[in-house]
Structure formats: C-alpha cells, structure tokens
C-alpha cells in the first residue's frame, strides 16, 4: 500500500524531486503525507500555499496509481521506495532523488561497485575499442561491478553490450516508462540485460522518451554509480550534463582523452583542460585513482573463504567503526562516515579490510554487519 502513495505522491509533487523526497523524510513515509493532506502545513514548516493546495487532492493521483500497480503486478516489475532496501542506496545521497523507482531484471541496484559509462550517440571506433579494453581490464581487476548507462545510441549501448560480453551485469536507465523501449532496435540487448542486470526508471507506464526526460534520466546514471565514467563526446552533449551532475553529488568524473580536433573527443577534452573530470587511459588507471586495487584480492578470498580471526589487530580507525557497528549494527556507509567522522575515502578501505579480517560482511542494501564474537 506504501507504493501506491508513494506513486501518487510523484504525480502530485509533477516532479518536483526536492519537494516529494523532503516531504517523505519529514513524514516518515508517503502514506503518512496522505493521513496529513488536509492539515500539511501544520505539521511541516515551510509549506507553499500552492503545495498546501495541491496535497489535499489525492483522488485522480491514487486512481492512476491503482492502475499502474495492476500493469506492474502483470509485467513483474518491482516498485522501489527509499523504505526498500532494494532501492539504490547511492541515490538516497542526492537530493533530487527519484521517490519511486521502477525495476525490472535480476540484478542488484546495490552491488559492491557502481561505475556508469557515457558519451556521444556516435560513437566511433576509437570509442568501441576504449570501452572493450577498459571492461576487459577492469573485469580482471574488479570482478564485482554494475555497469550504469541509459541504453541510448553510441557510447550506452557499446558500454552495456561490452559488459554483457565480459560477465558484468549492466542497468539500463530510460527516460520513459517500462511498457516499450526506445530505441526499438536495442530490444534484443535491453531482453538480455533482464537475466544479467536490468531496466530502471522513475517513470510510469505511458510516459514517452521526451528531451525533458532525458535530462532527469541522466541524474539517476550519475547518482546510481560511485564515479562517471565519459568515452567520446562532443563539446555539448548529455554526457556533459551526467558529469556536471555527477560532480555535483560530489562523486568521480573521468573522461578518457581523444585527438585534438576530433569532434567526437572535444567534450572530453575540455573536461580535462578545465579540471572537470580526471584523464584515464586504462582500467588500471582507473582503479588506482578509486582505490579499488584490492577487488580482486577481495574476491579471491570470498572465493576460496576468508579465515575469520578470532583477536584480529584493529587499529584506531577501524576500532571506531567496530565500537559504531557494536552499538548500532547493519549501517551503510554514508551513515558510517557521518557517525565516526572518518572521511568516505578512508571509511571505504576500513571497510574492506575488516572485511578481509573476518570482522565485518556487506548486505544488501549498502549495509555492513559486524560480526559479533
């Protein structure tokens, strides 16, 4: 039933990300917005007289609600508010985040690493081989990554097929609603990417791929993923906006960097002239700037099984997060950070090596449980 409101709650806010999420963390849930729609503005301060208004007709926005559980329930499709722990947990970080997401597939929107790759729709050789080699190599270096893009000509499509071809499940996030695909020539990958990844979108059924919503697609490519990643642009184009808004959220922009005078190279130049996004050539290059070195090692140990010590050697860092995790357990990392004070940077490596000493394990949902002796 939270869904419903949840739904109707996106039709009445008409996107007004900000507005919608704000209401829901004041209230607790988009149900209990519901409950108060005749006295809002009673219970939170700040209230438009014009959101006042708008929140007390429910009737039209649940109606279409209703029906668009009926097409979800048929077409098996999850719908995701900030309460499931399914819902990406990166994008609960932003502020603009989309209140109700909608996902089909079998892939996690929450695995270990999220990197999105984009660029122009004409991508060229150049751009294919970059985007070949840099899965290629990051597979060998971290097995566990999601690769994000928006299933769009070019640069997306190349990204999700190569990390089809290597083993990485792939999302796809569109700019309309789940009952069709645009670009109808991609069907054929976005039906593979179901069984190895999946389809995300903030839109309902009937929603068609219009440039507005482009736009607001490309907020959830940046703020799903932990850094951007731009192959080939022109000097304006959408990837430009995905790593301003990348940026923004304060997450990692790289751009790979192309011949002076290429057109299809500008875009990402001038990021890297003008210190918007850091120059990579490889995977290695990469990893190393996200200090993400260790992956393989991780997995490996997961793999072969990791030895739990029973008096492991903590050092001042970690002992803060264990006496955190003691005291409250199964946070994510945002939480951790804001708890302890430990920058995200460090609190990410802390992480990893407690996981590494048997202390800790990850969970779904961006979630890590201490491991209580």
Not at 90 to 101: K, N, T, W
Not at 193 to 214: H, R, Y
Not at 217 to 230: E, P
């Amino acid at each position: 039933m939270e869904s419903l409101y949840a739904m109707a709650l996106t039709r009445i806010s008409n996107f007004n990300f900000q507005t919608a999420l704000t209401l829901y963390r004041e209230m607790g849930s988009a149900k209990a917005i519901y409950e108060h729609r005749t006295d809002i503005g009673d219970v939170i301060e700040g209230c438009t007289p014009r959101l006042i208004a708008a929140l007390r007709d429910w009737d039209e926005p649940l109606k279409r609600a209703e029906t668009e559980a009926e097409f979800i329930e048929k077409h098996g499709i999850k719908v995701l508010t900030p309460a499931d722990e399914d819902y990406p947990q990166r994008l609960l970080e932003c502020a603009d985040a989309p209140l109700v997401v909608y996902n089909k597939g079998t892939g996690s929107l929450n695995r270990r690493r999220m990197v999105s790759i984009v660029g122009t729709r004409h991508c060229t050789a150049y751009g294919q081989d970059l985007i070949r080699r840099f899965t290629n190599g990051l597979r060998e270096i971290c097995p566990e990554v999601t690769i994000v893009s928006g299933l769009a000509y070019g640069v997306d499509i190349c990204a999700h097929r190569e990390a089809l071809r290597c083993g990485y499940e792939t999302v796809g996030v569109l700019a309309h609603g789940l009952d069709y695909l645009y670009p109808p020539r991609h069907r054929d990958t976005a039906v593979e990417m179901l069984s190895q990844g999946g389809l995300v979108t903030e839109f309902m059924s009937g929603t068609n791929a219009d440039k507005v919503n482009f736009v607001r697609r490309n907020r959830i490519i940046a703020g799903m993923s932990d850094a951007t990643i731009v192959v080939e642009s022109a000097a304006k184009g959408g990837s430009l906006i995905t790593a301003s808004i990348t940026r923004s959220y304060g997450r990692d922009v790289f751009a790979f960097p192309g011949a002076v005078g290429s057109s299809y190279s500008e875009g990402c130049n001038n990021l890297i002239r003008d210190n918007g996004a850091a120059l990579i050539t490889s995977a290695e290059d990469f990893v190393h700037a996200m200090g993400w070195n260790d992956d393989a090692v991780l997995c490996k140990a997961k793999t072969t099984g990791i030895e739990r010590q029973l008096f492991p050697a903590l050092d001042s860092d970690e002992q803060a997060i264990v006496d955190l995790l003691n005291h409250t357990n199964d946070l994510q990392i945002n939480i951790i950070t804001v708890k302890t004070g430990i920058p995200v940077s460090r609190v990410t490596a802390i992480l990893f090596q407690l996981e590494m000493k048997g202390v800790i394990k990850p969970l779904a949902g961006g979630m890590y449980h201490l491991l209580r002796n």
